[in-house]
């Protein structure tokens, strides 16, 4: 009788110390797989079977409780059966700690080269305008200065020369905007495109006015995405209106759409449109279409549109406008709508 009571203490002791170890092995996958949640219920399920069976044998041994010796043998067995199962697991979640711990080592170091990558283009971007600004303002002054003294040629040549500088110019500060697009953080709250709209328009209101063009806006809606990257958007988009669609028609439209979780607006002009070929081509990098030939620019304006729309989760398209001219479409996911 003295043997089965020794038995009985050592299993049921035994059992509080497996179930104790099976938590103890459970709380150490919480930090390297990340299921917190799941793992923290596990191990509090597993520390508190460990806690009553821990009551059960206080009992016990006081005399003031009788167990079987089956159903605590039974007990220990299970015990045994979660630690066993935890250790078979283990080398899972390892394998998924070094993914992970990989994962986030090479985003630190894409992280590290696009910053590097920013800082060179701003330093070429700087170190190459210096130059540009002299070689342009050289041309300008022999322009005003000389022109009286130069023929049609000469006079040819440096008007193409500080026109093909001031190209430059801005290609690099066209560049130097791709290169820092990522690092632009979601605002604290929503920004009212309304707001940004008007900004752009006052900018523009210059070559607007040249042209004879007006801009009909709609009610426009609110959007996590910062004001600057907003700006940048409809500077591109409607700066290609006013060059390659405002000869016919002088009217561009600006209108959007709310969604449960995605915010979409556009930018829509009733020109000469784009053929459909050319429809996806057109936000590539430095590719201008039919007419880069005969309008100014870099190419690179849709190309910056493009990826700040990707950089908030969402796209950019482009669709043809009832009886002639393009609808510039931006989507972007959109946090701020819970």
Known sequence: MQFSHVLLFSIMSLSC????AAAAVAISLIRPSGAMAAWLFLASGFMLQGIRRCLTL???SHGHLHADLAVQGAGLVISLLMLLGILKFRPLFQEI???HRAFQEEQHKLTKANRELEEFVSTVSHDLRSPLAVMIG???FLQENYGDKLDEQALGC???IATQGGRMVTLLEDLLTVARAGYVERPQHPVSLNRVVESVLLE???PMAEQGVTVKTDSLPTLSVPESLLAEILKNLLGNALHYACDVNKTIEIGGMQGKEKVSFFVRDHGPGIAEEERRKVFELFY???SGTT???TGIGLAIVKKIAELYGGRVWVEATPRGGCTFWVEVMDRQQD
């Open 138 to 140: 050289y041309a300008e």
């Open 295 to 297: 309008v100014k620019g």
């Open 97 to 99: 700690h070094r993914a």
């Open 288 to 290: 201008r279409g039919a």
């Open 17 to 20: 110390i497996v179930q104790f």
């Open 58 to 60: 206080l009992e016990y």
């Open 204 to 206: 523009l209101s210059g």
């Open 158 to 160: 440096l008007d193409e």
